[in-house]
């Protein structure tokens, strides 16, 4: 795959991404995350940012993403010519994105963590502080890189100073 691959790929996704709350901005957010943060050696990276794109490709929940997202990935996938081992590979990060496995593959990690840091970002944290019993220490203990621990550190007493803020 090349950068136009991505945006073709990203263009057939985005009618299933528009089914999920958060839609394709959700998922160019993840993506801009990953780029901005995170060094992608050039021989995962097809892997790496086709997994970003079709992580929340299975519909609104969870259980749609790991159920319908896979199928939906794949066939997605052959559509811009991705090679079947490639597309494995990615349909078992989109089908199990949201676990915490011990030793998980550099685009797993790159994916989750992306996925969590933008739970922070301007866009998806009021959303989340305001309906959701969010334990933020706890998911920033959960990111794999250190580097973005400190980054959700940083974000978060950011979300918390902005919110303060509003509420005087």
């Given amino acids: ?24 901005e959700h998922t160019s957010r993840v993506l801009r995350i990953a780029r901005q943060n995170f060094t992608i050696p050039s021989n995962l990276r097809d892997l790496t940012v086709a997994a970003i794109i079709l992580h929340d ?23 811009v010519g991705c090679d079947e081992a490639t597309i494995l590979q990615i349909c078992q990060i989109v089908g ?27 866009e998806e944290y009021p959303g989340y502080a305001a309906r959701f019993d969010v334990d933020w220490n706890k998911t920033i203990s959960l990111l794999y ?4 621990k400190k980054i959700a550190q940083e974000m978060l007493w950011k979300r918390r100073g902005e919110q303060i803020k509003s509420e005087n």
């Fill in 145 to 148: 890189s250190k580097k973005a």
């Fill in 57 to 79: 490709i299975g519909g609104s929940t969870i259980k749609e993403h790991y159920e319908k997202g896979p199928a939906i990935a794949a066939a997605l996938l052959r559509q």
């Fill in 1 to 24: 795959m090349n950068e136009l691959d991505f945006e073709r790929l990203f263009a057939l996704a985005k009618p299933y991404l528009e089914k999920n709350e958060l839609g394709s």
């Fill in 96 to 122: 199990s994105h949201h676990d915490h496995p011990d030793n998980p593959t550099l685009p797993f990690r790159v994916l989750f963590d992306s996925d969590k840091l933008v739970m922070f970002s301007p």
